[in-house]
């Protein structure tokens, strides 16, 4: 059970078993989508969606590991880093294209690269104006987080419909408007900071 101590506490044996199991999932995660990409040629543009789907949905299986919020957030937190050096020198080929995370913009990128038909694009976006998104993608992001927000919120007991409603009307706007992939890191703080100052 998380508790709101003091920054400084110290970790407890549940804090360092969970930042093992989370760094476990979060390696394993890479290891077989790479394997998955170059020894059974699955596409790159699946396996950085299993990559990105997988390391956010660990956080629901994880998240009650911890006695401290402070350790819960550094697997996640540390892997924003990790995951720049990766794009940066192409480490990884499973990670190559500069597409989704975890379930708004996944799910706005499959939708959006399946069925879409009307695009849209971000106006500092022009280096690959053939490969804007999508509004049927946009509606896709939109559904993804208000269930994602209900379905944490049930878990635990504090999201309302609004808080949901409002998370993804956000969230939405910023996955659709941030150009270059930093949709990764501009869909979740945005929803997080609308649940934020909601509960404020």
Request: proline letters at 4%; charged letters at 15%.
């Amino acid at each position: 059970m998380l508790v709101a101590q003091g920054i400084y506490e110290s970790p407890t044996g549940r804090d360092i078993s969970g930042l093992i199991i989370a760094y476990s999932i979060s390696v394993s995660l890479l290891i077989v989508s790479e394997l998955l990409q170059r020894c059974c040629n699955v596409s790159s543009s699946i396996t950085r969606k299993i990559i990105h789907v997988g390391a956010g949905l660990c956080v629901l299986c994880v998240i009650g590991l911890f006695d401290h919020w402070q350790y819960a957030v550094i697997p996640h937190t540390s892997f924003i880093v990790v995951n720049a050096m990766i794009r940066r020198w192409r480490i990884l080929k499973s990670m190559e294209p500069p597409n989704p995370m975890t379930l708004g913009d996944a799910f706005a990128a499959v939708i959006g690269e399946r069925f879409g038909r009307r695009r849209h694009y971000a106006a500092i976006d022009t280096d690959t104006p053939p490969e804007g998104k999508t509004y049927e993608g946009s509606a896709a992001c939109f559904v993804a987080i208000f269930v994602g927000v209900l379905f944490v919120g049930y878990i635990c007991s504090v999201i309302s419909w609004t808080d949901a409603l409002i998370s993804a009307v956000v969230g939405t706007f910023f996955e659709a408007v941030s150009p270059w992939g930093t949709d990764n890191l501009t869909v979740p703080l945005s929803v997080c900071s609308a649940i934020y100052a909601i509960r404020m």
